[in-house]
């Protein structure tokens, strides 16, 4: 076991790997059940119940970064995390992607409109994925957000990322977010790629 997580991960053998993944679909639909219900409190005091005993479960199993399959399963479209919501890539290059996602209600700000908090986490997601295609590791320098109009929950949005220009370690992306015709955000950002011994 390496403590360098930027160290190839240790992936799963393929029936631990897709049980793991079922298991982080589950916890996504909890986080929008939970999100979207209003249990009185004996039952929210049972599931909290519940909920801990599955936690302690799976403390157990604990592991150090460089081998959570958590965040680390790429052939999945939500990498097997359910933080970032999960991105449908329809076309993928080293300069430029499309694809879908849905926002739910996990995500929703208020009155109907996503978190604005959301947005940027997809765009780095994006960006970020598009940034180390076919290049060394990199990080977000800056990521800014135009919010157009309102990004609504429970619809497919269409995104999109470019490469625009890459100067020394300096990659500069752009892209949008949009509802149909509707453009809903726009983004642009600079991934540095990172030097020797850089986290
Ligand atoms: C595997 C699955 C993929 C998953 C996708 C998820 C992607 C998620 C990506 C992330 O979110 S990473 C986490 C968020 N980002 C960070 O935590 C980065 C924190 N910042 C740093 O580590 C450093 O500031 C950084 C590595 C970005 C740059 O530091 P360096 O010391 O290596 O760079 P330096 O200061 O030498 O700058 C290099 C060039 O970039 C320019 N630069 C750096 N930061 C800038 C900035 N903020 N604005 C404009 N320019 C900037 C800087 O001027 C310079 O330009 P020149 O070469 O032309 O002189």
């Given at each position: ?34 999100t979207s ?6 039952v ?40 970032v ?110 030097r020797?011994?850089?986290?």
């Open positions: 076991m390496t403590s360098s997580a930027w160290a190839a991960q240790t992936l799963a053998d393929q029936e631990t790997g897709t049980a793991f993944e079922h298991l982080i679909g589950s916890l996504r639909g909890l986080q929008d059940s939970v219900t209003r249990p009185p409190a004996e929210a005091l049972a599931i909290a119940a519940e909920l801990r005993a599955v936690a302690h479960r799976l403390d157990e199993f604990g592991v150090g970064e460089a081998d959570q399959l958590a965040g680390a399963q790429m052939d999945y479209p939500g990498r097997s995390q359910a933080c919501p999960v991105l449908d890539h329809t076309a993928q290059s080293a300069d430029e992607v499309r694809g879908t996602l849905q926002l739910s209600r996990f995500h929703l700000g208020r009155n109907g409109a996503a978190h604005g908090g959301v947005i940027p986490l997809v765009f780095d997601e994006i960006f970020g994925r598009l940034a180390g295609t076919d290049r060394p590791r990199c990080r977000t320098a800056f990521l800014h957000v135009d919010y157009r109009e309102i990004t609504p929950i429970g619809r497919r949005l269409d995104f999109t990322g470019r490469v625009e220009r890459v100067d020394g370690r300096k990659i500069f992306v752009t892209g949008s977010l949009a509802d149909g015709d509707a453009v809903v955000a726009e983004a642009d950002a600079l991934f540095v790629v990172l020797e011994g850089q986290p």
